[in-house]
Nanobody
Framework: VQLQASGGGLVQAGGSLRLSCAAS????????MGWYRQASGLQRELVAI???????NYADSVKGRFTISRDNAKNTVYLQMNTLRPEDTAVYYCHADVRPRITHPVVRYWGQGTEVTVSS
């Protein structure tokens, strides 16, 4: 299973970006999908998560500004980021909790990370 993330870049404060992350390979089902981020010198933190049924959870710091969604037919998760702030600058990592085969346990896979830089 591979996760390919895209959509990062440089944006001014107040701007928007949309991240995408597509899972491919041997996939029977996907449970939770989500995004974490890691700023320089800090620990990786949860940004947002979405269940297979569409329930969502957000970090307090991004509530009202970020929206997570997924397309189950495409095994893809998205993160729409609006009203970006300099403190949102980080490398963003997607994950997917995948059951590769019906008899296989669920495994968490990670994308390669996509860099988001917000200038003031």
């Amino acid at each position: 299973v591979q996760l390919q993330a895209s959509g990062g870049g440089l944006v001014q404060a107040g701007g928007s970006l949309r991240l995408s992350c597509a899972a491919s390979g041997s996939i029977y089902s996907i449970n939770d999908m989500g995004w974490y981020r890691q700023a320089s010198g800090l620990q990786r933190e949860l940004v947002a998560i979405i269940t297979s049924g569409g329930s969502t959870n957000y970090a307090d710091s991004v509530k009202g500004r970020f929206t997570i969604s997924r397309d189950n037919a495409k095994n893809t998760v998205y993160l729409q980021m609006n009203t970006l702030r300099p403190e949102d600058t980080a490398v963003y990592y997607c994950h997917a909790d995948v059951r590769p085969r019906i008899t296989h346990p669920v495994v968490r896979y990670w994308g390669q990370g996509t860099e988001v830089t917000v200038s003031s």
